[in-house]
């Protein structure tokens, strides 16, 4: 092609690019941006998910990432009727994109997208459970998947929650297949509204619902005098220890401080003895730390 023909193209794109309207929100900047990275074909993703697999090259992972980002808008899509901020949708979907690319294993024999629509669900589903109200209305695994079967199930039957009723309940139970009283429990947790504190009871300007609200915390000098003992047997336990021998020590700390403490079973494997020999020696341990808080004055 001429110098010529070349530079009559790029005018053309030029002109035609400027004839685009711009993005003018959030979603559509984020949709232009997304068209900058092409979809990858099998054989590249492969080399690409291959070379991050055995190097961790961050650079592959970007790329695997950006290269499915438009599947993440598709999925969260879907669930654009939780009257949730789109955008937050997709931010949560992508970040069950990343964490699939971080364990994909290419060598299974099917495309990321396949494996990452399970996290970046996952991910979406979370946030909106969480988002929906600041009380949680599902704590398990059953409750989260009834929350939108039921949801679901109301738009098919076209129920409205005006119009729900004893007959409702029960056929919408039949069709989740679970009890009239799970769904009953959930559509009202649905239904809930979050209230603020601050809201003026109704026919008077002057007191709000935190009025109604009892103080059970602990006054002041209270306060201050639990720092305190807390402080003591800090202290107290500080000198307890040091005056265990290094073995004792060792099993105290591991055994009764840690958060996930070691059993005696483990415990006489790294110290290369019994395990009645273990319960022994943590049971002298405890005697001198208590010997030696009584002698502090520290209550136990």
Not at 90 to 99: A, C, D, K, V, Y
Not at 155 to 164: A, G, I, P, S, V
Not at 276 to 288: F, T, Y
Request: proline letters at 2%; charged letters at 35%; aromatic letters at 8%.
């Amino acid at each position: 092609m001429s110098e010529e023909a070349k530079e009559d193209v790029e005018e053309k794109e030029e002109s035609f690019n400027k004839s685009l309207p711009a993005p003018t929100t959030s979603m559509e900047r984020y949709l232009t941006e997304l068209s900058n990275y092409p979809v990858l074909s099998r054989e590249e993703e492969y080399k690409l998910a291959m070379r991050y697999r055995k190097k961790r090259d961050l650079d592959s992972a970007r790329k695997l990432v950006t290269s499915n980002l438009r599947f993440v808008v598709r999925i969260a899509n879907e669930y654009r009727n939780y009257g949730l901020n789109p955008m937050d949708l997709i931010q949560e979907g992508n970040i069950g994109l990343m964490q699939a690319v971080k364990r994909f294993d290419p060598t299974k024999g099917y495309r990321l997208i396949s494996y990452a629509v399970w996290w970046i669900r996952a991910y979406i589903q979370n946030y909106i459970i969480k988002s929906w109200s600041l009380v949680k209305v599902g704590t398990t695994q059953a409750q989260r998947k009834l929350f939108y079967k039921l949801r679901s199930e109301k738009q098919k039957m076209d129920l409205t929650d005006e119009t729900l009723s004893a007959e409702d309940y029960k056929n919408l139970a039949k069709e989740l297949g679970v009890s009239d009283q799970a769904v009953i429990d959930m559509d009202r947790r649905m239904g809930g509204k979050d209230l603020s504190l601050d809201t003026e009871v109704k026919g008077d300007r002057d007191i709000t619902h935190l009025d109604f609200l009892v103080d059970d915390l602990s006054n002041q000098e209270e306060i201050v005098t639990r720092a305190q003992e807390e402080d003591e047997v800090k202290k107290g336990l500080e000198a307890a220890l040091k005056s265990l021998k290094e073995r004792e020590r060792f099993i105290i700390e591991n055994r009764i401080l840690k958060d996930n403490p070691l059993t005696l079973e483990e415990l006489g494997k790294k110290l290369k003895l019994s395990r009645e020999r273990v319960r022994q020696i943590e049971n002298s341990a405890l005697k001198k730390i208590k010997t030696v808080l009584e002698k502090r004055g520290v209550n136990q």
